[in-house]
């Protein structure tokens, strides 16, 4: 009797086991998440590593079924129609295969959101995900004011004053996000925890700060202005809108009249225009001249565009002996333009599609909503000047923020329905 035992006992100890390793698996995936948020502002290798580990370690604690609801969603299915049409516009673009799949490699992050919103539906711990982001920046943020304030230092940053990694575009996003994710929680729990409320709302005007008297990019101030007013009108409606506005107004006269490194920043931009008009390249001015270029490219092939990874040829075909070397990029320095460039209008509506489908996945009360609000909303305000979706760095933290925070909501407006009917 004992040896017949034996062979049902190994089973039902398999049995036992295997939900305790997908259970340690999801913790792993879980705390894997927190340091891929973390990493983003440092380190592209770490993020590229914990990416890995992350994938590894998520992949067989999710089922079809889960997965497959994402899919059916706009906010996971778009970001993964996108990422197809990339694969398809490999088809008719005219240049080699490793120009066409380099182009397709911006495309790739958009096949993690629905793996995100998945894992964080089922009631991942996103709060910590958002704490080790928060905590990460928090640490540059006070290493980027000593760079900038402590006298004698013979080394003051990376490329910029205040900037110890990566670059001031990057560093300059982070803090917005950071800051207004800050100051919409100080609104949150304003009456019930004045103390916490105002600990929240310093901390944000550090951030806020550093923007403005240490490094920044042109873009983000324009970036602060939009959240600014959105926060305004989804607290106090359109009284609140009029009310930031104002305060908007106020605080840039503020500014504009204590910040001499501000002042410069924009008084260079128009500058910038000014003799960019007259032959000479400057930043500005060749940015113009990137979307003047892609505009008339995208006339060529309005429909389905020119091919993924096509862009660099387009814009070497473009060059005249005259041309400024700088005027031939890889980058037209705007996502929509990008996106249509390679995709034509069918790729820039399912583009816009996406980024409508993610602001209607935040649109809710909660303070999570609110921090993907943040997230969306700054990232589509700077693709009009950057083709941040194909960048790295600030293409992960997109995914990442919309993943790990829709999900979150996801779970929690479930959970609301459920005590709902019970």
Excluded at 240 to 264: D, P, Q, T
Aim: aromatic share 8%; glycine share 10%.
């Amino acid at each position: 009797m004992k040896a017949s035992a034996a062979p049902n006992s190994a089973p039902a100890a398999a049995g036992r086991r295997f939900p305790i390793v997908l259970d340690r698996l999801t913790q792993i995936s879980e705390g894997l998440a927190v340091g891929l948020a973390a990493s983003l502002p440092w380190s592209t290798s770490l993020t590229s590593t914990l990416l890995g580990l992350w994938l590894v370690t998520l992949i067989p604690t999710l089922d079809l079924r889960s997965l497959r609801r994402e899919l059916m969603t706009p906010a996971g299915g778009l970001p993964v129609a996108l990422w197809a049409m990339g694969a398809v516009g490999m088809l008719w673009a005219d240049v080699g295969w490793s120009e066409r799949l380099a182009g397709l490699s911006g495309y790739h992050k958009l096949l993690a959101v629905p793996l995100l919103l998945a894992q964080f539906r089922r009631g991942g711990r996103a709060h910590w995900v958002v704490f080790g982001f928060l905590v990460s920046c928090v640490a540059l943020l006070v290493l980027s004011w000593g760079l900038a304030t402590i006298p004698g230092l013979t080394w003051r940053g990376k490329l910029s004053v205040g900037v110890p990694v990566k670059d001031y575009i990057l560093q300059s996003e982070l803090f917005a996000i950071c800051a207004f994710g800050l100051i919409g929680q100080a609104v949150e729990i304003w009456q019930r925890r004045m103390r916490l409320a105002l600990v929240l709302v310093l901390v944000a005007a550090a951030f806020i700060g550093n923007l403005l008297y240490v490094e920044t990019a042109r873009t983000t101030l324009v970036v602060i202005v939009v959240l600014l007013v959105v926060l305004g009108f989804r607290k106090f409606g359109w009284a609140g809108m009029l009310g930031a506005a104002v305060i908007a107004a106020a605080l840039s006269v503020l500014v504009w009249n204590s910040s001499s490194y501000l002042r410069e920043r924009i008084m260079h931009a128009v500058e910038d225009v000014q003799i960019y008009e007259t032959g000479k390249a400057t930043t500005v001015g060749l940015r113009l001249g990137y979307w003047r270029t892609s505009l008339a490219d995208i006339a060529e092939a309005p429909v389905l565009g020119h091919g993924t990874g096509s862009i660099p040829e387009l814009f070497r075909r473009s060059a005249t002996a005259e041309t400024d070397p700088q005027s031939v990029t890889t980058n037209p320095h705007n996502q929509l333009l990008a996106v249509m460039l390679e995709l034509g209008l069918c790729g820039g509506v399912v583009l816009a599609a996406m980024w409508t489908a993610h602001v209607v996945l935040f649109h809710g009360p909660s303070l999570i909503s609110w921090f993907g609000l943040v997230i969306v909303l700054q990232s589509i305000v700077a693709c009009l000047f950057n083709s941040h979706l194909f960048d790295f760095t600030q293409g992960w933290l997109y995914v990442v923020g919309v993943g790990v925070l829709g999900g979150s909501v996801q779970h929690a407006r479930e959970q609301a329905r459920v005590r709902g009917l019970s």
